[in-house]
């Protein structure tokens, strides 16, 4: 008999390709994505380490890195700039797409959902499937696209028209011919990806939390994979109407995005659209993209800084109004990014104070996790140290945010390192934190086997160190004014001393900085496959925690829990009560199982 | 070769075997179950020095290098006043991002496990959820008031009565131009489809007005004089960004910006303030254009008014559109305009010139029509009608 012939039936043998292929297993699609992102951050990373070379040492002979890389080795010995801007762009949309979208909310929102509230599985199992077979592909397109002769897309991550528009344009940017087209297709997978598993994320969390479980008694992880697929479901579909525009503009002549140009000796016949409309629509996403990959990051630590406090999280309501208050308030700011792009300067007061606005959510959601460790009892386990970690990255890359929301002050220092420094810190760093310390944290759930500690604490120190090492720094170059996606600054007077080959400067510093704290990685990444394998086994609630997930077996059966799906009775966050026999009270305890510890009005 | 990789291996696998060791040793030893062990303490150790570390470090750079990272000179009015404004943020910014690191980190330290410490069951405060909501508002208030007017003041329509210096900056893959309006004081419309080798800039001949713009290799602009310059570009999206006037804005195909400032110190003044002889105000393209992005340089000189209405009245007379071609105006220019276009080839040759001042600039009021010897500045030179564009 085949498996599907007993789909109901929990003890059956799976083949290999229902169970690790095709799985509709939500937490086999959760390690799917998981794995799928971490190497994919092992590309996107190494892409930053090829570019930081150029910038580091850029009369460097780089011939040693002919094996890898052919053609795009001049024969000077130099690497091609067309390269260094496809690797820029490559290094930007596989991070926050591949990364820190489908890896971080992929892979978290997929194991965390049901398991946190008390779900057999998510709301419909083949559109998660879809949802991670389409990303697959659009990872094969883009992978493919790398190795182009005429090389990947090479306009940004923004990719903006007409520069993304104009398909043949030689030597000046070969990177948007095929390289584009396979960029646009890809993302259009993506997004459908990211789409199905939104829908799924959503209609999971209202419709099959178990009994008892509210919405005020979600844990603050759920309320974040919930709010982050809204904005997902709100926003994406724009960004598939510009990449749709953007390939009618490509392949079918029209002109929603071109007018008026001349190039290769010649004026086009385009008139009448507009490069900004491209703009609006990207950044009606883009900017809520930062939110998608950020909030899961925040919902990840709120959960891990309460655990390992063992103290209730501090404000749950507050921290709920914030998520909600981000998220809508994420939708207006876009235009932010667009101060110089000659729109009308009213517009730019208007996102310049709904902008300075949202600094305030953020403020409240820092502060209160500095009051939950206030007066708590620390256990610092690799994933805390990285949630830990997350608050720092998150409090000293946001604040620089004050200074570019505002329009005056972006007129300096858009485009310029300052910012690079300011969204790396903030939703870089900050959401990669987040993904590590869901990883340390959540390990024993996905693969029954506990990761190694010490060497967590190594590749913390060394990630946390390298990381300030490399972006603070970037801070002094971006008031300098150093433009960003520059290959060289030779021929400026005004940046070319600061950069001088010849002496050890900033940005030789930051390069090695970039490269310690990516081979630091190699620490994460041996300890992963070495626990995974090797580990030692998994208790079912190793942190002391409340939250539904650990009541289930440690083997992760197919449908979650083995018996009856647990009822809720409490909020999550019940850490070192008073009066409680232990220092944590799960949430299918019952409040008459607790009378010594129970609060007025929880009976 | 071979040995690098051999060594490697090797150490590697010692690595490994260290692990392995160490591990063992921690679960005979019992100290893998301890949550208030050594290992503990350490992180907590390490968070208070990486907090003085970090900050030491931070401070000690800053201080040390505040006079080399720092905003460039600034040498435009509004540059000034954002220079301050951005101080101001900077002040505010520092200060929470020390006190807030420090709390983080500080506390990671000092409520790290302890077997018999209390934990203090604190789920909320409405109290101090509203101050620090109203705090953050009323500081970010005061930030962006300031920075709206600063806003508003720049992207302001130059009022009719200033009468700015007008030019026009052009951005392709992988340079600027810039044009200049004639002796009409005005620029000549343009249109894309009319660009060819010898019309770069597109102007269209169906304008009058544009027969006598000229397209020099430098920017000039007055010292203390409104400037507004008007941005196109004609392929790809640029951006102009001149860092020493604090000036950025996008360069789009299809849509004309524009940006106004007033330059406050000559580029002879910048290269003795600066201790530079070298300097010039140098403009740089800050949107990804391709291969040639990061060499896509201009150059601006900011002169005194008096040299600058010298170089003016030798551009317009002597690099004009029609006084540099001459023959492909008088083939391409449509019938209707041909007496326009005399009339213009005989004011720039000065036919018609000698009852009046010497050229009505749009820009310079006090117009000397003494007649000092004209010396050609190097810089001011003019060999064809523009940088040969097209390619």
Known sequence: MSAVAHEHDHHHEESFVTKYLFSLDHKMIAKQFLITGLI?????????????????FPNADLSWLEPLLGNWIQEDGKMDPNFYLAAVTMHGTIMVFFVLTAGLSGTFSNLLIPLQIGARDMASGLMNMLSYWFFFASGVLMMISLFLETGPASGGWVAYPPLSALTD???????????????????????????????????????????????????????????????????????????????????????????????NGEALSHVGGSPILYQHLFWFLGHPEVYIVLIPALGITSEIIATNSRKPIFGYKAMIASILGIAFLSFIVWGHHMFSSGMN?????????????????????????????????????????????????????????????????????????????HFHLVMGAASFFGMVAGIYHWFPKMFGRMMDDRLGYVHFWLTFIGVYMVFMPMHYIGIQGFPRRYYSYSAYDTWSDYVNPETF????????????????????VFNFIYSALKGKRATQNPWNSNTLEWTTPVEGIHGNWPGEIPEVHRWPYDYSKPGAKEDFIPQTVPFSETPESNLEGEA | MNILVIVGVLVLVI??????????????????????????????????????GGLGLFFWYTFSKSHVYNLPEAASIHGKETDMLFAITMAVIVAVFVIVNFLILFFAYKYQYKKDREVKFYPDNHLLETVWTIIPAIVLAALVFGGWRSWTEITADAKESDK????????????????????????????????????????????????????????????????????????????????????????????????????????????????????????ACTEICGRGHFGMKHTLVVDTPEEYAKWYAEQSKDASFASLNEKYLVEKV????????????????????????????????????????????????VSDSSPELAH
């Open chain 1, 40 to 56: 994919w951050a092992f590309f996107g990373g190494g892409l930053s380490i090829l570019f930081r070379i150029q910038l580091g």
């Open chain 1, 169 to 263: 344009l030689g030597e000046a940017a070969p990177g948007q011919g095929a390289g584009m087209t396979l960029w646009l297709t890809a993302m259009a997978l993506f997004i459908v990806s990211s789409l199905l598993g939104s829908v799924n994320y959503v209609a999971t969390v209202i419709n099959m939390r178990t009994k008892g479980l509210t919405f005020d008694r979600l844990p603050l992880t759920i309320w974040a994979f919930f709010v982050t697929a809204i904005i997902g479901l709100l926003s994406f579909p724009v960004l598939f109407a510009a990449a749709l525009l953007l390939i009618f503009d490509r392949n079918f002549g029209t002109s929603f995005y071109l007018s008026d140009i001349y190039v």
């Open chain 1, 345 to 421: 300067p009213f517009l730019g007061s208007v996102f310049m104070f709904l902008t300075l606005i949202i600094a305030i959510p953020s403020a409240v959601k820092a502060f209160n996790y500095i009051t939950t460790l206030w007066k708590g009892n620390i256990i610092f386990t690799p994933a805390m140290l990285f949630s830990i970690g997350l608050v720092s990255l998150f409090v000293s890359g946001g604040v620089t945010g004050i200074a570019l929301g505002n329009s005056a002050l972006d007129i300096q220092l858009h485009d310029t390192y300052f910012v690079v420094a």
């Open chain 1, 505 to 524: 400067n900033i940005s030789m510093f930051i390069s090695i900085a970039a490269f310690i704290t990516f081979s630091a990685q190699a620490i994460f």
């Open chain 2, 15 to 52: 690595l490994v075997l260290i692990f392995r060791v160490q591990s063992l040793v921690a679960i005979l030893r019992g100290s893998d179950k301890r949550v208030d062990g050594l290992s503990n303490r350490i992180n907590g150790g390490m968070f208070l020095i990486f907090l003085f």
């Open chain 2, 164 to 283: 700015p210096v007008v030019f026009e900056i052009v951005g392709q893959q992988f340079l600027w131009a810039s044009r200049y309006p004639g002796m009409d004081g005005e620029l000549g419309k343009h249109d894309f489809r009319s660009i060819d080798s010898k019309n770069s800039f597109g102007i269209d001949l169906n304008d009058e007005k544009g027969y006598d713009d000229f397209m020099p290799l430098n920017i000039h602009v007055p010292v203390g004089k409104e400037v507004l310059m008007r941005i196109r570009a004609k392929d790809v999206i640029h951006s102009v960004f001149i860092p020493h006037l604090r000036v950025k804005m996008d360069a789009v195909p299809g849509m004309p910006t524009q940006f106004r400032f007033t330059p406050t110190k000559t580029t002879d003044e910048m290269r003795s303030l600066l201790n530079d002889p070298e300097f010039t105000y140098e403009i």
């Open chain 2, 334 to 381: 449509p019938a209707e305009k041909k007496d326009a276009l005399n009339a213009v080839l005989a004011k720039i040759k000065g036919e018609e010139v000698v009852a009046e001042p010497v050229v009505e600039t749009p820009v310079v009021d006090s117009l000397t029509t003494d007649s000092t010897i004209v010396e050609v500045a190097s810089d001011s030179t």
